[in-house]
């Protein structure tokens, strides 16, 4: 019987976090069964993903935070999620883009900045590749609709108790 001493279990904050990401369809399907351990290494990079989702992150820039090259640092991500970084933190942007879009006080340019986008083209591109559709175009979607509260999206247009 093969131990893992060696390979650290998730504290229960950061397997909160890591459930959050899960659910959210950020790391695939057959690393789901295997949330039980997860290098600490990798665990910081999430967490350093989520904390400063709209400070640019590179490879070279996490690696050298844990003291790891940057080929390594990708080798161990990549094992423990099933995905590369820059992939990682582009879906992750993506994802919180999405759910900014919902507030129909900010702008376009606004939710870009705000995920980490120095370039709105570059973010309606992106966005548009990993939804079919630009932010405008989801902002006024019956799906993105759908995602907003029944209360708020009553309060949008105008109408109140019936």
């Keep these: 019987m093969v131990e ?4 650290p ?14 659910a959210s369809g950020l790391l695939p399907l057959h690393r789901r069964n295997a949330v039980t351990a997860m290098d600490a290494r990798v665990l910081r990079v999430l967490k350093t993903i989520a904390r400063d989702l709209g400070k640019p992150q590179t490879v070279k820039g996490l690696a050298a935070q844990l003291r790891l090259s940057p080929s390594r640092l990708e080798h161990l991500f990549r094992k423990q999620t099933g995905r590369g970084i820059k992939a990682f933190v582009r879906e992750s942007r993506l994802a919180k883009a999405a759910e900014l879009l919902e507030d129909p006080t900010l702008q376009i340019k606004e ?6 986008y120095a370039n709105v083209s570059n973010f309606i591109r992106d966005y548009t590749r990993r939804y079919g559709e630009s932010p405008s175009q989801s902002r006024s979607s019956p799906l993105h609709d759908s995602l907003i509260s029944f209360s708020s999206r009553r309060g949008l247009r105008g109408g109140g108790p019936r």
């Design 4 to 7: 893992h001493a060696d390979r």
């Design 9 to 22: 279990t998730i504290a229960p904050a950061a397997r909160a976090a890591f459930h959050v990401e899960l």
């Design 111 to 116: 939710v870009a900045a705000a995920v980490g």
